[in-house]
């Protein structure tokens, strides 16, 4: 195709890198024994679980990669595409209207990721657009997102969807989705020799290239899918951006689809199932949004 012709090489890991990160801190109820001695003075609180969505703890494939290491690796990878953009005059400048809004949104929903994973308070979170006709986006293990105009013109997304859309990327991140993936290649011996090089060899240029050509494969699991798009909700809820715009984000997403594929596409298929489940959380998410702050 014709357009900003960024290297395929990219443009693939980017996809793959649609990756992630995370570590729950409220992970498990350790309510039990609170609940135990509240029992002889107060009614047993039914449910103490936490408000909003419950996806359980991260996947304890994740803890068998270094975390710091696949946040470098990405953001080594991050730069690169950065430079390659802005030499190729597709990096928007920071006064871009479109950038501008991108980063406010952020600002608004990173506050409400650390809750998600510790780790996410040190990242080094970035947000750049991308001049690309490509219906896409992605956050990179470490906080690191990019849009592509082609999502915000084509689906001309409100600033509640660009928060979903935001919200399910950073929620990959998040729960680690990418390095459980890793992980779990690595306790299989599918994807033992990248790990190893991952591990052992700190060559990092030439993990990042090996991550390309692994995760391109990698499409993330259903599981995955439907974990992102509920913490996603949830974030985008605490944020103040109602969390009914995950419908219409995947409504526009399908009628996209009759024409040319958006690529976002190719790993979130947009079917009904998706958009019920996500019909089925509102209730979860919808206090929190109401009582959020909409500044
Ligand atoms: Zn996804």
């Known amino acids: ?16 890198l ?4 995370g570590m729950p801190a409220w992970a498990h109820p350790s309510a039990g024994a609170t609940v135990l001695a509240q029992a002889e003075t107060a ?6 679980a936490r408000e ?9 494939f994740a803890k068998l990669v270094p975390a710091d290491e696949i946040e470098a690796a990405a953001t080594k990878q991050y730069n690169e595409m950065m430079r390659t953009a802005a030499s190729q005059k597709a990096l928007a400048l920071p006064d871009h209207p479109q950038l501008q809004r ?3 949104i952020a ?5 409400f990721a650390y809750e998600w994973n510790p780790r996410a ?19 990179m293990p470490g906080g690191k ?11 001309q997304l409100t600033d509640d969807e660009v928060a979903q859309v935001m919200g399910h990327e950073i929620a990959h991140a998040l729960r680690e989705h990418a390095r459980a993936r890793m992980g779990k290649g690595a306790a299989t011996n599918i994807g033992a020799s990248i790990v190893s090089q991952l591990l052992g060899l700190g060559d990092l240029g030439r993990t990042v290239a090996s991550y390309g050509v692994e995760l391109i494969s990698l499409k993330f699991s259903r599981d995955d899918e439907t974990e992102a798009d509920l913490v996603g909700l949830e974030l985008a809820a605490r944020a103040g951006y109602d969390p009914r715009a995950g419908v219409t984000l995947w409504k526009k997403m399908q009628a996209a689809n009759k024409g040319a594929p958006p690529q976002w596409l190719s790993t979130h298929p947009a079917g009904t199932t998706r958009i019920t489940e996500i019909e089925k959380a509102l209730p979860l998410v919808m206090p929190l949004y109401e009582r959020a702050s909409k500044d």
């Open 1 to 16: 195709m014709a357009l900003p012709s960024f290297p395929a090489a990219w443009r693939v890991t980017t996809l793959a």
């Open 18 to 21: 649609c990756l992630v990160l």
């Open 43 to 48: 009614p047993p609180p039914a449910a103490r």
């Open 52 to 60: 909003g969505v419950d996806v359980g703890r991260n996947s304890a």
């Open 102 to 104: 991108l980063r406010h």
């Open 107 to 111: 600002q608004r929903l990173i506050p």
């Open 121 to 139: 308070r040190q990242w080094k979170w970035e947000v750049n657009l991308l001049t690309n006709k490509q219906v896409n986006a992605f956050c």
């Open 145 to 155: 997102i990019g849009f592509y105009t082609g999502i915000l013109d084509q689906l």
